[in-house]
T-cell receptor, first 113, second 113 residues
Framework: SQTIHQWPATLVQPVGSPLSLECTVE??????LYWYRQAAGRGLQLLFY??????ISSEVPQNLSASRPQDRQFILSSKKLLLSDSGFYLC????????????FGNGTRLTVT | SQQGEEDPQALSIQEGENATMNCSYKTSINNLQWYRQNSGRGLVHLILIRSNEREKHSGRLRVTLDTSKKSSSLLITASRAADTASYFCATAANTGTASKLTFGTGTRLQVTL
């Protein structure tokens, strides 16, 4: 069966520090991968998605970047965090070339202080 | 911008009662999906309804879709305390190969004993 792992679960980082959040998927090949951010009490905002290795699409201009170095690995990064980067970050996947439902990780709660 | 808007924002009912949540959206869709989120966790897919479908059932869940009004509703029958969570609708656009879901702001459901 397919599983998705996302870590760390919580993270407290000072302003100006770098960020690296990692997401891996097991049990499937060539998935679509997604990074979403959820502000407190709000819906989810799509940040990045990837349909293949090295293929990254950005949905909103921001201080963050994403990379997909391996088929089932998706990384969210920042060189210098801002206070506004605080939030709940969720990784998700679904089978390639489909509009099928997303499978989400358990999220990372990021607090920038 | 948020495509889906849920109504109400919060709903409190007693166990055994039915809960109805509504979702409105703005553009044409391939499908509409409902997700559930327990506090501090990732989202879990509940049900998907395609644009050419009008009603769908899954256990105690009933979803309707009215594409002429660009609206959907989620009915949870005979609610239980374990149904306490936030519920989100998400719309999938009719283009592209990735599910660039657009999420609403959610309905917080509280089911009391």
């Amino acid at each position: 069966s397919q599983t998705i792992h996302q870590w760390p679960a919580t993270l407290v980082q000072p302003v100006g520090s770098p960020l690296s959040l990692e997401c891996t998927v097991e049990g499937t090949s060539n998935p679509n991968l997604y990074w979403y951010r959820q502000a407190a009490g709000r819906g989810l905002q799509l940040l990045f998605y990837s349909v293949g290795i090295g293929q990254i699409s950005s949905e909103v201009p921001q201080n963050l970047s994403a990379s997909r170095p391996q088929d089932r690995q998706f990384i969210l990064s920042s060189k210098k965090l801002l206070l506004s980067d605080s939030g709940f970050y969720l990784c998700a996947w679904n089978p390639t070339g489909t509009h099928s439902p997303l499978h989400f990780g358990n999220g990372t709660r990021l607090t920038v202080t | 911008s948020q495509q889906g808007e849920e109504d109400p924002q919060a709903l409190s009912i007693q166990e055994g009662e039915n809960a109805t949540m509504n979702c409105s959206y703005k553009t044409s869709i391939n499908n509409l999906q409902w997700y559930r989120q327990n506090s501090g966790r990732g989202l879990v897919h509940l049900i998907l309804i395609r644009s050419n479908e009008r009603e769908k059932h899954s256990g105690r869940l009933r979803v309707t879709l009215d594409t002429s009004k660009k609206s959907s509703s989620l009915l949870i029958t005979a609610s239980r305390a374990a149904d306490t969570a936030s519920y989100f609708c998400a719309t999938a656009a009719n283009t592209g190969t990735a599910s660039k879901l657009t999420f609403g702001t959610g309905t917080r459901l509280q089911v009391t004993l």
